[in-house]
């Protein structure tokens, strides 16, 4: 269906990339958000308070993360679409009730504005470094959908897949921008709002008295009802039944965990979504993603000068991480270069799947800047010899 | 010896059948554990309401209290350890013309969840929030609680606490809950009288029923039965009705101060939001709906 | 009735009468609802029930006033009352009426 015009400033506007976020959400349809001030992030919350009272949306801002997340969870079980917004810290602190919105398959959006860390690390300054514990942060068996963009423009773009895809796969979504592109600001074009479209919330056609929360028939994503539409239905963080019932059984456990597993990586093929440039014929193909990827262009350019043939992958979904192009291409090529702005996270998932035929190498960055373009050159030299 | 009633009996004609998955019977707490009783006063107060439960949503943390969202016959969410209250703000805020109780345990509700205790009280979240208050950590095997009495003996504290506890109706009301009483599981009129007056106000609303839990409180202290438990809230349990909450601490096995203490109508979260932006932005507020934020086809 | 003298209309008190039913299975022998019922009409059963607890039985069919206490107060709704249609001392209680002195107050 078409987006709620309401939330669309179709336009040409110069923003950064928080704020571009933030308008991508609206224009998703975006009403509930649950937020706690931290940077680089705030400014997506700060954009979204100064319009949500003028398009029907609802924003609190709560007394920490763990309750931000637990309130977009809640939200979200009344068919309104709803997203926090926080950076690394924040982002640990999500991670119990994000786990829940894993087992419970709540629809919604978490961003996260990368900067560096551990811990505190340097709050004003930009990161790479959450991409692992976005794939892995919360306890237990699951699997997880994430995007990063790379510019404002595409931080509002995105948003829209986003929503999306939170929508169709019944799941949290994690829109991992970093500080770089938060606090970038460029010209961001807003579409009119009959060229946006939204996955509405699938609600079920069942009696209630028939009404099963967790049955699923073929596609692995169950129906949903939500709060106050007279269904009674229960749903738990236990392992639960199809009737949503605690049940403390290992069958129960392998056939609920492998569903929710399943529901993504065995559609990651369709959710997988990135950008190739001279790939095809290449030696040796970058691997990158979010603002990294547009200081890789500049190091592309100043090996292609130097004769080399390279081609990059910009993943803009990086979990599930494309892995049928990744040993694709690693029967072909000579190496892999990932350059990232951590001590190496996406490289141990390229160096995966390329399974030991090629090397992968890591051009790292640890925080607080971004690559030196001849640095990367220099990776890309070194890989095609 | 008169006769016993012979007639058989189908366990459906229980007159809280509607409000319980009864597929889910026998529920897991333990003999003489009092969440049931509780659970069946809640249901009355429904009852006697005449509120349509179709629009009652009942959310709930861990521990034993934390079960309750699983066998109550509503929209039943049973969350995160203490988390069960920003989960209702989202799912009240979310679809106002929701009712929405959360249903708390002592450690849920103001030992990990005290945060967001405190917030939701400061915003008058229009909320009715329960607490089941057996002084322990009953689901993890009896550790000590924030409510712990000086003195009583828990798994972790095997020589006595010496923590303070906290005196939660006092919490609630200096943080502007909206209406505030106490009451043990064996008063159980006043405790149904009290979820009815309360389900017909608005605004945070927190009701703390203090219950037996006889397999660790009881049992770590030397303290009995269940039975003995309620007792014991029979012979030392006292109604003073708008008595200051400062005075009503909770000693080791002393006097159990019941009653309603608090009970004013301020305007809640949601009511402060729409003036103020109809104030301040006039025509330009478009307010969520009662009905929610959800875009339909 | 529980009075601390013997009331002189008694002969015109309409008494509410119920009917107790048990769902002995569901039970976990805590007693409050012997203990707390204000007509003394249960009595703990020496049999089992299934889960293996004993479960109150029904002893003073006729004391019963509906007033719903034991209901309210079973933590495993295994318990509940049917309203039966009021009814009158008869001359024979009348007669035998003794007040109590020492009547159990539980303010409930």
Redesign the interface.
Known sequence: MKTDPLGVLTGEHYLDGDYACGEGAMAAGCRFVAGYPITPSTEVVERISQRFPMIGGTFIQMEDELASMAAIVGASWTGVKSMTVTSGPGFSLMMENIGLAAMMETPCVVVNVQRGGPSTGLPTMVGQADMMQARWGSHGDYEIIALCPESPQEAFDLMTDAFNLAEEYRTPVLFMMDECVGHMTEKVVIPDPDKIDIVPRKLTRAKPEEYKPYLVNGNMIPEFARAGDGYKFHTTGLTHDEKGYPVMSEECQAVLVKRLVDKIRLNADEIAKYKEDGVDGADVVLVTYGITARVARMGIDLARKKGVKVGVIRLQIVWPFPEKRIRELAGKIKAFVVPEINYGQIVLEVERCAAGKVPAILVSHMGGGVHNPEDIRDAILEAAK | MSKVIERTIDATEHPISPYIRMDRMPHIWCPTCGIGTVVKCYATALDESGIDINKVSIVSGIGCTGRTAGYMNLDGFHTTHGRAVPFATGLKLGRPELLVTVFSGDGDLVGIGGNHFIHAARRNIDLLVILINNFIYGMTGGQNAPTTPITAKTSTMPFGNFERPFNIPHLAASCGASYVARYTSLHVRRMTKAFKEALSRKGFRFIEIVTPCSTLYARLNKLGTGLNLINYYEKSSEIRNGVDTRDIDISFQDKIICGKFIDEERPTFLDMMHDHYKRTLGDRYVPMSNEGGMIRE | MKFWRKPLDLDQVEIPRG???I?AD?C?????CV??CPKDVLEMSTEFNA?G?HSP??????ECVNCG?C???????AI?CIQLENRRLVDQEIESFEPETTPRM???
């Open positions: 009917e107790v039913h769902i569901r976990k022998g805590c007693e409050f203990e707390y889960k607890y039985i029904v002893v003073k069919p006729n206490l209901e309210m107060i079973c933590p495993e709704f509940f539980v303010a409930l």
